[in-house]
């Protein structure tokens, strides 16, 4: 199994692009969900997903939407990038039996310009 | 907001036991402790998880109180691989829509030194 990855590694975007981080996992997981994690800080949910074609909002949603039309994959789209965006992207997923351990991608270190 | 406490950081001799603490006096019943790490820039990474028994896994122990207001992660012999920040989180078991979400705070930065 791959696990969870993630694409592209690193992404510069000037103000106003639009772009999608891709994240896809191997596992069948059903809950799968996007992070943000800004200098010094922890990590803030910005969506999740608890199966294909539903998706709900976390802390921080606003500039992101996401879908997720398939298990495997879990896209979010930055509608119109603006440097508060700048902040290394962390997708994760995970089923909904044993430990309910979320296995974390490598994440996408985005820079707005 | 993170329902957890946790000191900012601390130090560890390689080869010694690292005790971490973590703070969770407003846990409900049905809230689980876990505990993730984050080496450097990766990806964090699920450590172990316990309702109100002591855990032990490969990778570490997990020492809750009887009254659950607070636990222990234990590394039992540190290494200097073992430098990360960890996050102390609780949660509820699965059950549905945002119960799944992880809410992290500030963590404890770790540093093993030789």
């Known amino acids: 199994n791959a696990g969870v990855t993630q694409t592209p590694k690193f992404q510069v975007l000037k103000t106003g692009q639009s772009m999608t981080l891709q994240c896809a996992q191997d596992?069948?997981?059903?809950?799968m969900s996007w992070y943000r994690q800004d200098p010094g800080m922890g990590l803030r949910l910005i969506h999740y997903?608890?199966?294909?074609?539903?998706?709900d909002q976390g802390e921080v949603p606003n500039g992101y939407n996401v879908s997720r039309s398939t298990t495997e994959d879990f896209p979010l789209r930055l509608l119109s990038a603006a440097p508060s965006q700048t902040s290394v992207y962390f997708c994760?997923?995970?089923?909904?039996?044993?430990?309910?351990?979320?296995?974390f991608g490598p994440g996408t270190r985005l820079t707005v310009t | 907001d993170a329902k957890t406490t946790q000191p900012p950081s601390m130090d560890c001799a390689e080869g010694r036991a690292a005790n971490l603490p973590c703070n969770h006096s407003?846990?409900?019943?049905?809230?689980?402790v876990y505990w993730y790490r984050q080496i450097h820039s990766q990806g964090p990474q699920y450590i172990i998880h316990?309702?109100?028994?002591?855990e032990t896994n490969e990778m570490a122990s997990l020492i809750i109180t009887e009254d659950r207001k607070s636990s222990t992660l234990i590394l039992p012999h540190a290494t200097l691989r073992d430098t990360a920040v960890y996050y102390c989180?609780?949660?509820?078991?699965w059950g549905t829509g945002s119960q799944g979400n992880l809410i992290f705070g500030k963590g404890t930065k770790l540093s093993v030194k030789p």
């Open positions: 407003t846990i409900s019943g049905n809230e689980y």
């Open positions: 994760a997923s995970s089923d909904r039996t044993g430990t309910y351990e979320q296995y």
């Open positions: 997903s608890v199966g294909a074609g539903i998706t």
């Open positions: 316990g309702l109100k028994n002591n």
């Open positions: 596992m069948n997981h059903e809950y």
């Open positions: 989180i609780v949660r509820v078991g």
